[in-house]
Structures are given as structure tokens and as C-alpha cells.
């Protein structure tokens, strides 16, 4: 993580794979600290405290990749974006996600549009 960055990993949590610590309430919240300098709160479940406000947020965030695909289709918009190709899991039924593969204990293929 860069230096004074911060990080909600709400999708995969129950793997850890932001950091190898638990879950907090959210009566004591915590944080976790990467050697970098950056921050991520440590609180299961948020969107399931606050749905509406989640909502929007995850919307405002998801929006703008979510317009690329539709206007330029899902390979352009892979191939000029960087972040959707590390977001990218699956590809014609294969996984490209090394991590993924690694947890489940399933095999890979190489990302073709990196």
C-alpha cells in the first residue's frame, strides 16, 4: 500500500486478504497498519450497518468502471485500464486470479490482457 493510503476490503474479509488479522466490532473498532504507511479499518460487516449509505457509496465508486465497460466493451476497457485487469477473476471460465487459485488450491491462467 502506498504511504498514507487507506484500504475496506468488504468483499473477501473472511480469507484475509488485506491482512492476516480478525475482524473487530464495531463497539472497538481497530486498525491494521501495512509496512507502508497505510491504514484499513478492521470492522466486519459496515454495509450491512449502514445499506443505504453503502450503496451510494459503492455505486459512486463502481460507476465510472462500469461506464468504461458498457462504452467500450469488456476487452478495450481491460486492456486500457488498469485496475479493472487486477479486479479481473475469471475469463472464459478460467480462472486468472493467482490468489484466488491459491486459496481454493485450483490452477491458473495468465491474465491475457495484461
Known sequence: MEKRSSIKDSALRNLFSVTEQADQAHQQPGMARSGEG?????VAN?????PR???FALT???FPYILQIADKGY???LQENEALRKGLN????KLVCQG???SF????IQNPFD
Open 38 to 42: 497505510g491504514v484499513q479499518p478492521r
Open 46 to 50: 459496515i454495509p450491512g450497518a449502514f
Open 53 to 55: 449509505t453503502s450503496t
Open 60 to 62: 459512486n465508486a463502481t
Open 75 to 77: 476487452e478495450k476497457a
Open 90 to 93: 475469471l475469463i472464459d471460465g
Open 100 to 102: 484466488v487459485a491459491n
Open 105 to 108: 488450491g485450483m490452477s491458473f
